[in-house]
């Protein structure tokens, strides 16, 4: 059974930065590509930033040079740091990883967490 739990999410004003991580198990986490997502309210779940088994990272055009997504494999751990915040990065994120198989991909999500960028 996959399981993503994710923490770090909370109130920060803006310019300010957080640093999510998500734990993960039942998984072969080395060979697992790692995401994370994020919604907003009245809009659909985006893909914020990626990276694969080979550590390549991909981000979204508005998170580029003030996001990073990083894993450590000996934790089962991926964080997603994120500096000079705004607003608009207000939103639920979510952990999410997925599986290959014959059939199509299958996706796993954790619960999510809430970030708040507010003065």
């Known amino acids: 059974q996959v399981q993503l739990v994710e923490s770090g999410g909370g109130l920060v004003q803006p310019g300010g930065s957080l640093r999510l991580s998500c734990a993960a198990s039942?998984?072969?986490?080395?060979?697992?590509?790692m995401a994370w997502y994020r919604q907003a309210p009245g809009n659909q779940r985006e893909l914020v930033a990626s990276?694969?088994?080979?550590?390549?990272?991909n981000y979204i055009d508005s998170g580029k040079g003030r996001f990073t997504i990083s894993r450590d494999n000996a934790k089962n751990t991926v964080y997603l740091e994120m500096n000079s915040l705004k607003p608009e990065d207000t939103a639920v994120y979510y952990c999410n990883t997925y599986v290959l198989r014959p059939t199509g991909r299958s996706d796993y999500w954790g619960q999510g967490t809430q970030v708040t960028v507010s003065s």
């Open positions: 990276i694969t088994t080979y550590h390549s990272t």
């Open positions: 039942g998984l072969i986490f080395s060979i697992s590509p």
